[in-house]
């Protein structure tokens, strides 16, 4: 069984910024696309950034400019650097990744890890 364990949320202030850290463990078994996604209170969930196995990258359209998805692949570890937070960027972040264990795929989350931005 691979799990996924985020870290680095916390409270910041409008302006500033946070890099989370999300990182994979368990036994044999191979990582594809990887993903941050955040819900708010009262919110869907939303996709954030999608980085594949080969580093290709894509966001979404609130988050350009502002949010850096990459990951370490020798670390299992995926990283989501946000600057310029606003309030609304208040959420809980989760990880998800496809992963190969070891050659079946599933869709893995993580806990999550809560990101509070005040004005």
């Known amino acids: 069984q691979v799990q996924l364990v985020e870290s680095g949320g916390g409270l910041v202030q409008a302006g500033g910024s946070l890099r989370l850290s999300c990182t994979a463990s368990?036994?044999?078994?191979?990582?594809?696309?990887m993903r941050w996604y955040r819900q708010a209170p009262g919110n869907q969930r939303e996709l954030v950034a999608t980085?594949?196995?080969?580093?290709?990258?894509t966001y979404a359209e609130s988050m350009k400019g502002r949010f850096t998805i990459s990951r370490d692949n020798a670390k299992n570890t995926l990283y989501l650097q946000m600057s310029s937070l606003k309030s609304e960027d208040t959420a809980l972040y989760y990880c998800?990744?496809?992963?190969?264990?070891?050659?079946?795929?599933?869709?893995?989350w993580g806990q999550g890890t809560q990101v509070t931005v005040s004005s």
């Open positions: 998800n990744a496809d992963i190969w264990v070891p050659d079946h795929l599933t869709s893995t």
């Open positions: 368990g036994s044999d078994f191979s990582i594809a696309s």
């Open positions: 980085i594949t196995a080969g580093g290709a990258t």
